[in-house]
């Protein structure tokens, strides 16, 4: 079992940044792949970045690819996501997730994802 808990998040002008946080507890975090997910009002939870345990192979949504970083520690059993050139349609919850099991390549779709933290708010004023 693994527990994850989001922090970081909040408004922010349109081209600003934010960092966000994933505080993992419980079983071994280096086994886990990790993710962070969003979601808009009206809208399905859709994926934003990934990245494995092992090799630290990423992912990125197009939306994102050259303004968001992940990256992960596994000694510190954090995740985080760098958010640059903020826009207002990144507004939404986003989750950190973590998906049991070694994998080639990053898992970026929902249902490769056992444990969900409860999500923080960005808002992104224009």
């Known amino acids: 079992q693994v527990q994850l808990a989001e922090s970081g998040g909040g408004s922010v002008q349109a081209g600003g940044s934010l960092r966000l946080s994933c505080a993992a507890s419980?079983?071994?975090?280096?086994?886990?792949?990790m993710g962070w997910f969003r979601q808009a009002p009206g809208n399905e939870r859709e994926p934003v970045a990934a990245?494995?345990?092992?090799?630290?192979?990423?992912y990125y949504a197009d939306s994102v690819k050259g303004r968001f970083t992940i990256s992960r520690d596994n000694a510190k059993k954090m995740v985080y996501l760098q958010m640059n050139s903020l826009k207002p349609e990144d507004t939404a919850v986003y989750y950190c997730?973590?998906?049991?099991?070694?994998?080639?390549?990053?898992?970026?779709?929902?249902?490769?994802?056992?444990?969900w933290g409860q999500g923080t708010q960005v808002t992104v004023s224009s």
């Open positions: 997730a973590a998906a049991d099991g070694s994998r080639y390549a990053p898992a970026s779709r929902e249902y490769e994802y056992d444990y």
């Open positions: 990245i494995t345990w092992r090799r630290g192979r990423t």
């Open positions: 419980g079983r071994t975090f280096r086994s886990y792949d």
